[in-house]
Each structure stands twice: as structure tokens, then as C-alpha cells.
């Protein structure tokens, strides 16, 4: 992929009083992306036209399908506005609120493995994905109190997303899909040093996110949605992703079995978008054994399956972001003692984070679920202030727990295993700073 971009962008400023001040930035941006698509032949032989190779296109080489050239240009730009009232009752506060808009270019989904339509069809895919937009609003205030002993923040955002760029592995590929979304929350953060020695801080964060009405996409965990009428099957080898097909279709063949040229089983699997040499798609072929003179049915599963067979959509309406825990909090605190009459610092630091539970993907299934986590870390730190020389000592994930923070489903041709992410074990390390 060959990507080029440029823009033209400012920002001004204005210092309306001594206590307001407004900035404004504007943006102009204008990107072309070109994507030559290299489609795999990795253990696919050159076809010979019949049902029994390997589905491949080519005999030799990496054959490249024309280029795609996408090109965007976008307006973005912000205005932010910052107040430095009196409050009498705080020493300092700053009370700012800002609008911006955002942007981020589309792209191509990577091809597929170069198969012979003849032998073998894909269920169809979006070969692009659209760019993502985001109108973003935010309030908030920063305080401090007692001699700056205490500061205290707390920020309002609403962020309202166009297109919002979510990929899931489908057909071995990372196919990105997009879905309007809002997303809004709170934050907290305080801290309190009662001396020069000793400081506690924490953090305090409340987020929902929605995704809008119109928001679909399907499930390879549940591509029939219940639907009694249908069921999934497994398709020709070469295919990596399953498909749903009519229940009174596949119920025919199951219970009239024909075992003449293996037509049984290649029925059921051309019910995935297979074969055009079977007469799956094309009933005028005749080089092939068309399946409905065996079983009385006529079926092209590009045309007469929800999706070209890949399923029925999934409604995602309301549903939550992936990774977007209702609740974060963190809190910290340190104590630092004083060596050597100064010319050391010993500084024993400890931090606390837990989250609230969340979904890894759009769907929100029993599946989709993350629980609640939390973690310690510790660290005990040396430095001398003059030379800012360092010496630390830490302990990340301090009680070695495992939680899954995330986790992505591989294709179907995998058994939809899951790769899952977790905490990294407990890590001592040691580490020596100087700055110069």
C-alpha cells in the first residue's frame, strides 16, 4: 500500500481579558491511498477445471488484481475556551470547554486467497472501508486548594463517532466494518500532599458508549440468529468461513443420500458457495453433475441466502464499544525519605487500578464478556536531586494475576479458537536513570 498525504493547518489565539482566552485551529487535510491486492495461493495448485483440485487459479507466482485508489479530503479543527475566575475559595481554577472535529482515512480489506470461481466461490466481503469522523465536546475545571496542596480536575466529554472503524477476523482476513456510535463520560482526579513527603492521587472514570440505530453486523458465533429455518454447515475445504443454508434443503440431501461420484457430500458443501461445476450457480454448465437433478431443487447461495450465506445480520443497536468499561479507578501514593541530609531521596511508591467489566467485540454476547480486573504494582525509587542520577526497584502486577483484558475469534476454518490477552505475569525489573 502506497499512501501520500498533505496539509495546511493554523491556529490563533486570543486573549479576550486577562481571565479568557479563546484558541481556534483549523485543518485541512487531503490523503490517497493505493493498495495493489496480492491474493495468497499458499497450497492451492493451478485448476484443472474439475471438482477434485485444489481450487487454485494460477499454477506459479503472486498474480496482482488492479489497484485500488481511495482519496479524502477533510476540513477538522477545534475551539477551545479557557476562564480564570475568582472563586475566592480556591486559589487557582481554570474553567475551559472546547469543540473539535476529527478524522481518520478508510482503507482496502486484505484480498482473499485466489481461488478458481469455477471450483470454489467466496461468500462476498467488502473489499473497502469507509474513513471515521468524530465530532468531540468536552467541559471540565482545574483547581487547587490549600496552598496547592490539593488539586482537584473533573471533565464532561461527549464524543459522537461517523463511521467508527471496528475489524474482526473473517475469511483469514482483518475485515474492518464501520458503525456510527456515541460515546460520553466523566472523569475525576484528585491528589492530596499534606507534606512535602508524602502524596496520595487517584483517578476516577465513568464511560458509556452506544452504538447508533442502523448498527449490524454478523456474528460468526451465531451466523443463523435463531432462526428455526435455517442451520450452518461447513463448506469445501478450501473456504475458511462457514455459511447457513435452508434447513428443508439440507434435510433433502441428509435424508436421500447419494454417494455416486461423492455427490452427497459435495451437495452439502456447495450449499456454501461452491461450485460452479457442480451447477450450483450456473444450471446451464454441463460439464459438470448439476445437484438438483439428484435432489429436485434449484439453490444459489449467492442470491437465495441472507448474505451470499455468510448469516443473518446481528441488530447492534444500543449495544456497547469494544473495551469500554463503565468504571476505572486508579489510586496511588508515595512517601519519600530524606538521606544523607538531603542529597538522597527514598521514594516507596504503591498503585492500585481495578476496571469495570466490558465486551472484546460489537456483539455484547455471553461470549463477547470481560470481567472486572484489578492490579498492584509497587516501586521503591533512589534519587539524587542535584544530578537527577536514579536507582529503581519495581514490581509490576505485584499478586501475579492472569485477567483475559481482550481476546479476538480467528476464522471458522479454526474452530473459531480465541486468542486471548492477559496481564503479564509478575515482573521484577531494575532500572538507572541519569539526566544530563
Known amino acids: ?99 473539535s472535529r476529527g478524522y481518520k482515512g478508510g482503507g482496502t480489506n486484505p484480498p482473499r ?13 467488502p473489499a473497502t472501508f469507509k474513513p471515521e469522523y468524530v465530532t468531540a465536546f468536552e467541559i471540565g475545571t482545574k483547581n487547587s486548594f490549600d496552598g496547592g496542596r490539593v488539586t482537584l480536575n473533573a471533565t464532561a466529554f461527549y464524543y459522537d463517532y461517523e463511521d467508527y472503524q471496528i475489524s474482526q477476523i473473517v475469511d483469514r482476513i482483518s475485515l474492518n466494518e464501520n458503525f456510527d456510535a456515541t460515546s460520553w463520560g466523566l472523569e475525576l482526579e484528585t491528589a492530596w500532599q499534606p507534606s512535602r513527603a508524602f502524596r496520595v492521587d487517584a483517578n476516577l472514570g465513568y464511560l458509556r458508549t452506544r452504538l447508533k440505530k442502523g448498527a449490524r453486523s454478523i456474528d460468526v458465533m451465531n451466523r443463523t440468529q435463531g432462526n428455526p429455518d435455517w442451520v450452518l454447515l461447513r463448506p469445501w475445504i478450501q473456504l475458511p468461513s462457514n455459511c447457513i443454508a435452508p434447513r428443508e434443503i439440507v434435510e433433502n440431501i441428509l435424508s436421500n443420500p447419494v454417494t455416486q461420484f461423492g455427490v452427497g457430500l459435495n451437495a452439502l458443501q456447495a450449499l456454501c458457495g461452491g461450485s460452479k461445476e457442480m451447477g450450483t450457480f450456473d444450471p446451464s454448465i454441463t460439464d459438470g453433475l448439476p445437484l438438483y437433478q439428484f435432489y429436485g431443487f434449484e439453490y444459489n447461495p449467492i442470491t437465495d441466502a441472507p448474505n451470499g450465506g455468510r448469516g443473518f445480520f446481528a441488530d447492534l443497536e444500543g449495544n456497547e464499544l469494544p473495551n469500554a468499561p463503565r468504571l476505572t479507578f486508579n489510586i496511588g501514593a508515595q512517601y519519600t525519605i530524606p538521606i544523607d541530609n ?33 492490579n498492584v504494582n509497587l516501586a521503591v525509587t533512589l534519587m539524587r536531586p ?42 521484577f525489573g531494575f532500572s538507572i536513570a541519569k539526566r544530563f
Open 386 to 427: 542535584d544530578d537527577e542520577l536514579t536507582f529503581q526497584f519495581y514490581v509490576k502486577n505485584f499478586f501475579n494475576k492472569s485477567p483475559i483484558t481482550d481476546f479476538f475469534t480467528n476464522s471458522d476454518d479454526t474452530g473459531l479458537s480465541t486468542n486471548v490477552f492477559t496481564l503479564d505475569p509478575r515482573i
Open 113 to 125: 486467497p485466489n481461488l478458481n470461481p469455477r471450483i470454489v466461490q467466496f461468500q462476498p466481503l
Open 1 to 99: 500500500m502506497r499512501t501520500k498525504s498533505w496539509a495546511i493547518f493554523g491556529e490563533a489565539y486570543w486573549n479576550v481579558t486577562e481571565n479568557l482566552k479563546i484558541t481556534a485551529g483549523l485543518r485541512w487535510t487531503k490523503d490517497k491511498k493505493t493498495t495493489t491486492p496480492v491474493q495468497s495461493q499458499l497450497l492451492l495448485g493451478g485448476g484443472g477445471g474439475t471438482i477434485g483440485t485444489s481450487g487454485g487459479n494460477v499454477s506459479f507466482g503472486y498474480p496482482t488484481d488492479p489497484d485500488v485508489v481511495q482519496k479524502w479530503s477533510e476540513p477538522t479543527g477545534r475551539i477551545v475556551i479557557d476562564w480564570k475566575p475568582d472563586l475566592g475559595f480556591a486559589d487557582q481554577t481554570l474553567i475551559y470547554a472546547s469543540a
Open 342 to 374: 538531603g542529597d538522597w531521596e527514598l521514594t516507596l511508591r504503591g498503585d492500585y487500578y481495578r476496571q469495570s467489566k466490558s465486551f472484546a467485540r460489537v456483539y455484547n454476547s455471553a461470549y463477547d464478556r470481560l470481567k472486572g480486573w484489578d
